[in-house]
T-cell receptor
Framework: KAGVTQTPRYLIKTRGQQVTLSCSPI?????VSWYQQTPGQGLQFLFE???????NKGNFPGRFSGRQFSNSRSEMNVSTLELGDSALYLC??????????????FGPGTRLTVT | AQTVTQSQPEMSVQEAETVTLSCTYD???????LFWYKQPPSRQMILVIR??????QNATENRFSVNFQKAAKSFSLKISDSQLGDAAMYFC?????????????FGTGTRLQVTL
């Protein structure tokens, strides 16, 4: 089974621009979550999508938005970029196992640098 | 709100030795899941092991095992026969078993060094 893929892997943007990141989950996984990782704040939950609906949202400003398509692929958008948005953005896909537990796997991340 | 605490910012172990990474969490829920993730320099988050709170038996995956103490809200990771490839950041994470949301709450991580 192919893992979670994220594109692009690296991105450099200028303050004030907007950016769109993409995530393709593991086949069969319908839940996609996004996390921001920075040295200062650690790993923080952004939002989760399930069957094209936002199911949960973290404490981030409205400049951060996302969506999910019918094939479970998800995109995350950040508008009016700020220097503090420089981070590693991780996507994770999740599904319930036959044993009743949850498996949640991460993609390789997109490294966003805002200059 | 749930919190996860990793009190050891850095740990060091010699190759072939055993090391234990600590994690405590705070929750009022009785149904939840706990995970250990490894993040090597490549930054890829790799699932190491998971524990369901309703299971009393500690999870084991090859050289990795956990000591899950539900009453103490403690979830430590033991790595046996440490290898150079085990060097990485290790994150403890909590997921609620209530409802359907997939949100993970992470600790701040422990950097593990493996020496010859």
């Amino acid at each position: 089974k192919a893992g979670v893929t994220q594109t692009p892997r690296y991105l450099i943007k200028t303050r004030g621009q907007q950016v769109t990141l993409s995530c393709s989950p593991i086949s069969g996984h319908r839940s996609v979550s996004w996390y921001q990782q920075t040295p200062g704040q650690g790993l923080q939950f952004l939002f989760e999508y399930f069957s094209e609906t936002q199911r949960n949202k973290g404490n981030f400003p409205g400049r951060f938005s996302g969506r999910q398509f019918s094939n479970s692929r998800s995109e995350m958008n950040v508008s009016t970029l700020e220097l503090g948005d420089s981070a590693l953005y991780l996507c994770a896909s999740s599904a319930r196992t036959s044993g009743g537990s949850y498996e949640q796997y991460f993609g390789p991340g997109t490294r966003l640098t805002v200059t | 709100a749930q919190t996860v605490t990793q009190s050891q910012p850095e740990m060091s172990v010699q190759e072939a030795e055993t090391v234990t990474l600590s994690c405590t969490y705070d929750t009022s829920e009785s149904d939840y899941y706990l995970f250990w993730y490894k993040q090597p320099p490549s930054r890829q988050m790799i699932l190491v092991i998971r524990q369901e709170a309703y299971k009393q038996q500690n999870a084991t995956e090859n050289r990795f095992s956990v000591n899950f103490q539900k009453a103490a809200k403690s979830f430590s990771l033991k790595i046996s026969d440490s290898q150079l490839g085990d060097a990485a950041m290790y994150f403890c994470a909590y997921r609620s078993g209530t409802g359907t949301a997939s949100k993970l709450t992470f600790g701040t991580g422990t950097r593990l060094q493996v020496t010859l």
